[in-house]
């Protein structure tokens, strides 16, 4: 059984663009959420979809927004880059909405912001 | 929001020592979740664990959520065990996890 894939795994990007993440969750999961992972912050929650709708949304600007399709696939889309962006950006597929519901990540993709 | 709070920070082991982790969190959850991460950035869920003890091999962990804390027990580490281990909860409807900080082990041969 394939695990959650994230494209790209590395990427650098320069201040004022913009990049797309995807993130292709475990075959049957049907939610996704993204986290971002930085040395002074942690692990934050960036946001969560089930079944193409967001359900969460973390603390982060709107320059951070994401989606999710009819297959589960997840985007998330960071707009505008500032440097403080560059970070490691992990999804995590489940398979229901809530309850015991195990988090599955994927290796996560690494931005840099110069 | 809900704080976690993980302790120790660091922890240096000697191949083959055991080592406790901590987790206090200032609210009731729903969710509670250990996670290691390896040097590559891979966080591995080890345990779904909102109350009660479950064991898996070497680790084992206890969440007594009346008091709000978790523990983590690593037996016989070894090298392979190095990495950052992660408290994560959840309290809400949903998937939302709030992480603790971590903490960072390392195992010497």
């Known amino acids: 059984k394939a695990g959650v894939t994230q494209t790209p795994r590395y990427l650098i990007k320069t201040r004022g663009q913009q990049v797309t993440l995807s993130c292709s969750p475990i075959s049957g999961h049907r939610s996704v959420s993204w986290y971002q992972q930085t040395p002074g912050q942690g692990l934050q929650f960036l946001f969560e979809?089930?079944?193409?709708?967001?359900?969460n949304k973390g603390n982060f600007p709107g320059r951070f927004s994401g989606r999710q399709f009819s297959n589960s696939r997840s985007e998330m889309n960071v707009s505008t880059l500032e440097l403080g962006d560059s970070a490691l950006y992990l999804c995590?597929?489940?398979?229901?909405?809530?309850?015991?519901?195990?988090?599955?990540f994927g290796a996560g993709s690494r931005l840099t912001v110069l | 929001g809900i704080q976690v709070e993980q302790s120790p920070p660091d922890l240096i082991l000697q191949e083959g020592a055991n080592s406790t982790l901590r987790c206090n969190f200032s609210d009731s959850v729903n969710n509670l979740q250990w996670f290691h991460q390896n040097p590559w950035g891979q966080l591995i869920n080890l345990f779904y664990i909102p109350s009660g003890t479950k064991q898996n091999g070497r680790l084992s962990a206890t969440t007594v959520a009346t008091e709000r804390y978790s523990l983590l027990y690593i037996s016989s580490s070894q090298t392979t065990d190095s990495g950052v281990y992660f408290c994560a909860v959840g309290w809400e409807y949903g998937n939302k996890l709030v992480f603790g900080a971590g903490t960072i082990l390392r195992v010497k041969s």
């Open positions: 995590a597929s489940s398979l229901m909405a809530s309850g015991a519901n195990v988090l599955t």
């Open positions: 979809y089930f079944s193409e709708t967001q359900r």
